[in-house]
């Protein structure tokens, strides 16, 4: 085993090595950025190392720093975590040269299945079934067509280098395919530098069932499957193991064909084998195609380890400093059912905007296991993904375990940042899922009702104006002076910009009558449990910097009134194109003097692992262009300036 390793990576999964580093006796050196100086993962290694600046090309993807890093502190190997260097072979190599050892796959490895057309190419040799579709070399569009003609629409452009669902268009007819190609091209040259494309067969009614497998460099094992079917914008949401409706034939199928992707290539470690499943009437042995793999540890390993026991970070280190896989294929079981949800800082009914803030306040359940990368007091910021958490259940069955994760997100506070916690919640609830029956467009289909904005009912607006008022106990410091007996008290707080005024009648230190127009509350409480109207709730009031938080099914925010601050809207300028959050400019589109139409994209800023295009309000001519390729903007930083009309 080694004796220390490095870890170049961030977040919760820096995290989750060191953990089971530290459980194995083995020392830890994290490294970090300048926004992640005061970063957990820092906290809890051993030692860490600064490498540079916040943008990530300036500190979580130098190589070469990393590897002096490891030197310099003597760490024996790299654990590259997920993302970041995680799949580039050039690292792995650079890292071998420095005699240390990379923690994952060899680069032939990496490379082999680095891009998609060649490794389908290479899986089709090794008879694992793919996606009926054209992965050549020829990049002419109408050859393309042509073949999109012979595969039958709808089919799905992809990039070849593709990753986070990027560089990717469903096509339904055949007069739309020139125009998707180009963007996809557009997109794909963007993001990856390579406009190269393939294209498949969709799947109608798609599953995505993908198999953990793990390898020592000649044999492999697979640790099952799991679905992660819930997807928006071909980005997981939920993911659970074992995949519902899952029979032994296809099971085994699958995990063989999984076994066999990984021995072609000589695989050493844990990785995933993604394949997409014909959902419509049940699973099949012959309905199953590969897709990609992805040569690193997963985000969504937890429901994994969940229902095998299996610690797959243990086995990452075991197998990487020289030992034999730790069990074989007939030690391996599965044992009830798990479900991971990604907990994001970002704004759902605003489309899923990634946000950013300082998170005032952050609590999980005790029976759930939660990886995360951050305390409370830290800040989700623009640089990196913008994930605060994964919540991890595990049940004997899959409904008892779906509402186990009810709960658990039920439980989960957080304040300072908006979160998708709602919209996870009302997954939890929807009934297709709940039956087991989803299919990659169900969060499409039904956003309208997923994508809810829980409001404050009035027990929760009451129990906000005893926080207020300071008199919600714990968290609120002793007012000095009594109370109760005493007259009336009003408190003045504002929710979502409407001002809530409360009277409170104290009958004593932990029992009140909160009058909010029309309606009256009566809230007790007993120790930290409040009774509202006599029922036992397991509402929470939390304050904090003259705002009350209220955690009650959902988290809900309030704000303190200040009369100075009244906000006054700027109104909508459509002449400027203004940064909608903090970011790293990644393409300009519009040049002085171009006449543009309302919706053509005048820019594209990546922010969190996102590409978002920003376009034209309007129809119009550009006047100026205030920014550039590779500039880091601001949060409403002008970018592109329309001339005012004439
Ligand atoms: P990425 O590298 O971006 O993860 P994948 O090839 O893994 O790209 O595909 C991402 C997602 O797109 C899949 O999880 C699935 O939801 C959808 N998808 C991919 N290929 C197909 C297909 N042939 N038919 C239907 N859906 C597909
Ligand atoms: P739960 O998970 O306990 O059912 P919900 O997530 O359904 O709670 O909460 C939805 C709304 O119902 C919230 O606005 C919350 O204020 C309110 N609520 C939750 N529990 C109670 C309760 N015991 N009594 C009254 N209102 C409640
Ligand atoms: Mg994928």
Sequence with gaps: MF??????????????????????????????????????HVEMADEAVHI????????????????????????????????????????????????????????TAIRAMGL??????????????VVPGYHGRNQDPAFLAAEADKIGYPVLIKAVAGGGGKGM??????????????????EAQTAFGNADCLIEKFITSPRHIEVQVFGDGTQAVHLFERDCSLQRRHQKVIEEAPAPGMTDAVRDAMGQAGVKAAEAI?????????????????LRADGFWFMEMNTRLQVEHPVTEAITGVDLVEWQLRVASGGPLPLEQKDLSINGHAFEARLYAEDVPKGFLPATGTLTHLAFPDDARADSGVRAGDTISPFYDPMIAKVIVHGATRREALSKLENALSATEVAGSVTNLAFLKALTRHEVFAAGD?????????????????IACSKTRALAALGFARLSGENAPDTGFSLWGSPPQTASYVYRGDMLEARIVAQSPTSFTVEIGETVHALERTGSVWFVDGAKTRAKVVCLAGNVSVFFGNSYHFEGYDPLDQQSSKGGNSNLIEAPMPGLVKAVF????????????????????????????????????????????????ALIQLEEDA
């Design 52 to 107: 540079g600046g916040s943008a990530p090309a300036e500190s979580y993807l130098r190589g070469d720093v990393i590897i002096q890093a490891a030197l310099e502190t003597g760490a024996e190997g790299i654990h590259p975590g997920y993302g970041f260097l995680s799949e580039n072979p050039d690292f792995v190599e650079s890292v071998a040269a420095a005699g240390l050892i990379f923690i994952g796959p060899s680069a």
């Design 590 to 637: 519009a040049e002085v003097g171009q006449s543009v139409k309302e919706g053509d994209r005048l820019a594209v800023l990546e922010a969190m692992k996102m590409e978002h295009s920003l376009l034209a309000a309007r129809d119009g001519v550009v006047a100026e262009v205030l920014t550039s390729e590779g500039a880091q903007v601001e949060a409403g930083a």
């Design 169 to 186: 268009r469903l096509v339904e007819r055949a007069e739309d395919f020139a125009t998707a190609l180009i963007s996809a091209q557009g």
């Design 266 to 282: 000589g695989y050493a470690g844990a990785g995933t084998v993604e394949f997409i499943v014909d959902g419509s009437g049940g």
């Design 116 to 129: 998609k057309d060649a490794a389908k190419a290479l899986m089709i040799k090794a008879g694992v079934p």
């Design 3 to 40: 004796r220390k390793i490095l870890i170049a990576n961030r977040g919760e999964i820096a995290c989750r090595v060191m953990e089971t580093a530290r459980r194995l006796g083995v020392r830890t050196v994290a490294v970090y950025s300048d926004a992640d100086a005061g970063a957990k």
């Design 438 to 454: 989803m299919d990659t467009g169900l969060i499409d289909r039904d956003l309208d009702v997923l994508a809810v904005d829980p």
